[in-house]
């Protein structure tokens, strides 16, 4: 079952910018918590990107997008953004959107904690 729908994936060149979005799919975005995005590469392991706390006002971010990828959430529009810069090789993956239903720990990258999910969108960074 779909919960969340994400958008925005394509093929870019490297140092390009990219912004993804996550929508709700039959739910507002107010019944959420936090919210994050995960991504999948080719032959590796589901990892954790960004996440964002329900007001907006805590972000945190795995180390290597610091600084680079922005993440953003609007609970009146139900949308969750990821502003991607300066595309790098490795940040090709499929991303997904996930959410969560009830409180969880502080600032948690797991994604067990995160019940709802999307089911992806392909990001192609090319050289």
């Known amino acids: 079952q779909v919960q969340l729908v994400e958008s925005g994936g394509g093929l870019v060149q490297v140092g390009d910018s990219r912004r993804l979005t996550c929508t709700a799919n039959g739910r507002t975005f107010d019944t959420y918590y936090d919210m994050a995005w995960f991504r999948q590469a080719p032959g590796k392991d589901r990892e954790f990107v960004a996440a964002?706390?329900?007001?907006?006002?805590?972000?945190w971010f795995q180390d290597s997008v610091k600084g680079r990828f922005i993440i953003s959430r609007d609970n009146r529009k139900s949308i969750m953004g990821l502003e991607m810069n300066n595309l790098q090789p490795d940040d090709t993956a499929v991303y997904y959107c996930a959410a969560a239903g009830a409180r969880g720990p502080y600032e948690t990258t797991r994604a067990a904690d995160y019940g709802a999910w999307g089911q992806g969108t392909q990001v192609t960074v090319a050289s």
């Open positions: 964002i706390g329900f007001t907006g006002g805590t972000t």
